[in-house]
């Protein structure tokens, strides 16, 4: 698909290119018969001026006196030739070429007194002019004079071979100018482009650049940027009230787990037991899924890190193994833990923790029980990789797309394990703040692979 640049400069040089090559030929063509109009003038002009001499040479005597009438012939005429015919067809003096045409009729001489006509003359194009001249009374003769078109043939030629050199040009210097006026034109637009690019509900502080067009691109670049700013103050609001939420949960759910132990411990109940037990379980969960979103809100309105010190990723990983053992060994799970080299990046090493854990846990929550999960870490020549792989349920492939998504919960686990569908969205802002990024291959029934890529300092140097 052309661009809507190529597309006009495209149409507009076709257009220009018509309208040109019409102008050409009429200018060619008005140039042409201008000439050919001045050409006549001259010869009109000579054969009066040749008519005049040999009514002076009759009065004189010794009629006609070719040298004398030459010498009336002007110099822009030099190469015309002319012919003096009595009314009776005969011819009293002639050029050499000349008497090679054909002799018009005394009556249509008469009758046109003045014609002027277009002939051939040895294949080449001539101009001639038929003259009634009227020397005394009743003594009549035909003058004809002839001149070549060649000069008015050449002129037109290099006229031709100008237009021929020039209209290109001028398509191109056209082509070339409307390009970059619309590429000016347009280049509030790829700042739209741009902006609506960068801008996401995460960080919806990017405005397009204003400019300085009151037209339309003016009017819609206010209005996009008045529409940002909407949604920048909802998006705030929104956040500023999840937070408040989780936050104000916090207190009445510890309240309330002190409260649920404090009956735990006098209630006998086996059945009432049963209820405390579930209890405690839904509230872990709403603490769990509260401090997740708490978590959330504030890594997405940090754009920094708030700590940003070298972290040796081996160690944190054997950190995330030792916590994690024991709800792996709760559900006979190994972990096996692979460095293949030291490696060191800068961040924040809770966060970085934080997201490694959440990985080990789904690993661990998904995968079946005498199963093993790989936690591996490496690097390239640009990136460090920690890679998490287990055996599990794995996770269909039209869910992928979609699986750090916010509370989004996979159709396989959803009413298997309990879960707030935080726990990815969490790992790929941690990673993101590093300057990473984390990506999945998996298959349903098969297992997954988790890895978070993050940029090799060593690399960077
Ligand atoms: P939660 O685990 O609390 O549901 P997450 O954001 O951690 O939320 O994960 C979102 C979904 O991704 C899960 O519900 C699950 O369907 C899928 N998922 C994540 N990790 C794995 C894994 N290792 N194996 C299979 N499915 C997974």
């Known amino acids: 698909m052309l661009s809507i640049r190529t597309r006009i400069v495209a149409a507009s040089s ?24 001045a050409l006549d003038a001259q010869m009109q002009g000579c054969a009066t001026a040749l008519e005049s001499e040999l009514e002076e040479q009759k009065a004189e005597g010794g009629f006609p006196r070719l040298n004398e009438l030459r010498h009336q012939i002007p110099a822009e005429l030099s190469h015309a030739q002319f012919r003096l015919v009595d009314t009776a067809g005969t011819t009293l003096l002639a050029d050499s070429l000349i008497a090679l045409l ?3 009729a005394w009556q249509s001489v008469q009758r046109n007194r003045h014609s002027v006509q277009f002939t051939t003359l040895v294949d080449r194009p001539f101009r001639s002019v038929w003259w009634y001249v009227d020397v005394e009374d009743g003594e009549h003769y035909a003058l004809q004079i002839i001149a070549p078109l060649t000069q008015v043939a050449s002129a037109v030629n290099r006229l031709r071979t100008l237009f021929i050199f020039a209209l290109p040009m001028a398509l191109l210097l056209l082509g070339v100018a409307t390009s970059l006026i619309i590429k000016r034109s347009f280049r509030p637009i790829s700042n739209i ?23 339309e691109i003016g ?23 999840i937070a408040d939420l ?54 997405d309105s940090s754009e920094q890190l708030i700590a940003r010190k070298p972290v040796r990723l081996d160690e944190l990983l054997a950190e995330s193994c030792r916590r994690m053992a024991s709800l792996a ?53 640009t990136k460090v990789s920690i890679t998490i792989t287990d055996p599990g349920k794995g996770i269909p492939a039209e869910e992928l797309p979609f699986i750090f998504d916010r509370f989004r919960r996979g159709a396989l686990t959803r009413t298997a394990e309990p879960g707030s569908g935080l726990g990815l969205a969490i790992v790929q802002r941690i990673a993101e703040l590093h300057g990473g990024r984390v990506r999945v291959e998996s298959v349903a029934g098969k297992g997954s692979t988790f890895r978070i890529e993050f940029p090799n300092l060593k690399a960077s140097g």
Do not use: W
């Open 219 to 241: 009017a819609l670049t206010r209005t996009l940027n008045a529409m940002i700013e909407r949604l920048q103050s909802a998006f705030a609001a929104q956040k500023q009230f």
């Open 246 to 299: 989780s936050h104000e949960y916090g207190t009445p759910l510890t309240i309330l787990r002190s409260e649920l132990e404090f009956a735990s411990a006098r209630v006998k109940d086996a059945e009432a037991q049963e209820s405390i037990r579930l209890g405690f379980s839904e509230i872990d969960r709403l603490k769990r899924m509260t401090d997740d979103l708490l978590l959330l809100t504030r890594l």
């Open 14 to 37: 076709i257009v220009f290119a018509l309208v040109l090559a019409a102008l050409a030929v009429g200018i060619l063509r008005s140039f042409e018969n201008a000439s050919i109009a």
């Open 329 to 381: 060994a709760e559900r006979s799970i190994a972990l096996n833990l692979h460095i293949e080299e030291v490696c060191e990046i800068n961040g924040d090493e809770d966060r970085l923790q934080r997201a490694v854990s959440n990985l080990i846990d789904n690993a661990i929550k998904y995968s079946p029980a005498g199963s093993t999960v790989g936690i591996q870490l490496g690097s390239d020549d």
């Open 102 to 104: 054909p002799i018009e």
């Open 193 to 215: 482009i741009d902006t609506a690019n960068r801008i996401n509900a995460r960080d919806l502080t990017g405005r397009i650049p204003p400019g300085r067009s009151n037209d």
